[in-house]
C-alpha cells in the first residue's frame, strides 16, 4: 500500500501538518497555533509536536513544507517576517535530521498553494497558471509548460511585488505602490481607515466611532472586517474593495502579456470577498487585456481553502517531476 508525504504549513499564526496520499488527498491533519513571540526553540518545539501528533512513528516516504519567507533556498535556512524567533532557521536541516533517508523539500508557502491549485484544484487541466494568495500579504507561484517555474532564487511568480501605482503607497519591500503594498487586507484596511471607515458601523458590530471591540477585531482581521462592511453597503468599505480589485486586475493583466496565461487562481482571505473584490478585478482585466493571445485568460477563485498549502507542500514530493526542480 502506498505510504503518506507528511507535509508541514508555516505560518505566523498558525501551524499545520498532515499526511497526504499520493493522489493529493489529506488523510491526517492537524494545527496548531503559531506561540507569539516564541524564540526558535519554542518555535521548533511547537512544531515538533504538531508532527508526532500527526504521524506518531508512521513511515513517510518524503516531507514537504511550505513557508513564509524570506528564505534561503533550496537549503531553507527561514526567516519568515512574521515570526521574528525564527532567523536564518534551518528548518530544512531539522526536519531532514528528524526524518533520515527519504527526501525533504522546501519552498514558498504561497508557491506551495500554487503548486496545489495547478495539481488538484482549480488550476487542474491549466498548462499556464499563476496561482495567487491575497491576504495578510500578496504572494503567488508560477507555471508554464506544466512546471513549476523557480526562477533564479525560488521567488518567481511574487507578483505582489509587481509596480501596480507609482505614486501609491510605501511597501515593506522598500519600494512604492507595489501590488502587496495596495491590496494586502492590513494595507487596505488602513487606507480606508484614513477615509473616514469606522469598522462594524455598516453591519451592526459598531455603535460610535470609538476604538471598541469592532476596532479590536479589525486591527486583527481587518480584511474579513472590511469585507464584512462592504456586503453590508459601507461606502468606504466598497470602494477599498474596488480600489483592491483594481489593482490586482492590473497585476494579472501584465503577468498575462508577460508570461501567456490560461489561468489565474485567486486564494487568501481577501478573496473570500467573493464578486466585492472578482467584479472590480474582472473589470479592470478586460479594459487592459486588449490583444488576443491575453483575452483567454480566466480568473477563478482557488478550491483548495486551507488545504492548499499541504496539498502544495506534499506535491513537491508526490509530484517532483512537475513541481520540484531535477537541478536541485
Known amino acids: 500500500m502506498p ?6 504549513d508555516i505560518g505566523g499564526t498558525k501551524f499545520a501538518a498532515a499526511l497526504v496520499g499520493p ?18 526553540e519554542t ?41 521574528p524567533g525564527w532567523r536564518a532557521f534551518p528548518l530544512r536541516g ?46 503567488g507561484g508560477l507555471i508554464l509548460g506544466d512546471r513549476l517555474i523557480d526562477g533564479g532564487s525560488g521567488n518567481a511568480g511574487h507578483i505582489g511585488h509587481v509596480v501596480v501605482d507609482p505614486d501609491g503607497p510605501a511597501c515593506e519591500c522598500g519600494g512604492r505602490g507595489c501590488l502587496e503594498a495596495v491590496a494586502r487586507g492590513p494595507g487596505l484596511a488602513a487606507w480606508a481607515l484614513e477615509q473616514g471607515w469606522i469598522p462594524g458601523r455598516a453591519s451592526g458590530a459598531s455603535e460610535s466611532g ?73 473589470e479592470t482585466l478586460r479594459a487592459h487585456v486588449r490583444l488576443d493571445f491575453a483575452r483567454r485568460v480566466r480568473v477563478v477563485p482557488a478550491s483548495l481553502g486551507q488545504d492548499a498549502g499541504l496539498v502544495g507542500a506534499a506535491a513537491l514530493v508526490l509530484a517532483a517531476d512537475r513541481y520540484w526542480s531535477p537541478r536541485r
Not at 23 to 40: F, K, L, Q, S, Y
Not at 69 to 82: F, I, K, R
Open 94 to 139: 531539522r526536519l531532514a535530521a528528524r526524518f533520515p533517508g527519504v527526501p525533504v523539500r522546501i519552498h514558498n508557502d504561497a508557491v506551495c498553494v500554487a503548486a496545489a491549485e495547478h495539481w488538484r484544484g482549480a488550476g487542474r487541466g491549466s498548462a499556464n497558471m499563476l496561482g495567487m494568495v491575497v491576504s495578510t500579504g500578496v504572494g
Open 210 to 282: 470609538t476604538a471598541g471591540p469592532a476596532y479590536v477585531e479589525a486591527t486583527a482581521a481587518s480584511g474579513r472586517r472590511l469585507a464584512l462592511d462592504a456586503a453590508a453597503g459601507d461606502a468606504v468599505a466598497l470602494a477599498a474593495m474596488e480600489r483592491a480589485g483594481r489593482a490586482v486586475g492590473l497585476a494579472v493583466a501584465s503577468a498575462t502579456h508577460l508570461c501567456d496565461l490560461d489561468v489565474v487562481t485567486i486564494g487568501g482571505g481577501l478573496s473570500q470577498a467573493g464578486r466585492l473584490l472578482f467584479d472590480p478585478l474582472e
Open 3 to 8: 505510504r503518506s508525504v507528511l507535509a508541514v
Open 43 to 83: 518555535l521548533w518545539k511547537a512544531l515538533d509536536a504538531l508532527i508526532t501528533a500527526v504521524a506518531g512513528d508512521t513511515p513517510v516516504d518524503g516531507v514537504g513544507i511550505g513557508c513564509g519567507g524570506p528564505m534561503t533556498w533550496p537549503e531553507g535556512a527561514v526567516s519568515p517576517l512574521n515570526m
Open 23 to 40: 493522489e493529493g488527498d489529506v488523510r491526517a491533519a492537524e494545527r496548531a497555533a503559531t506561540p507569539p513571540g516564541g524564540d526558535a
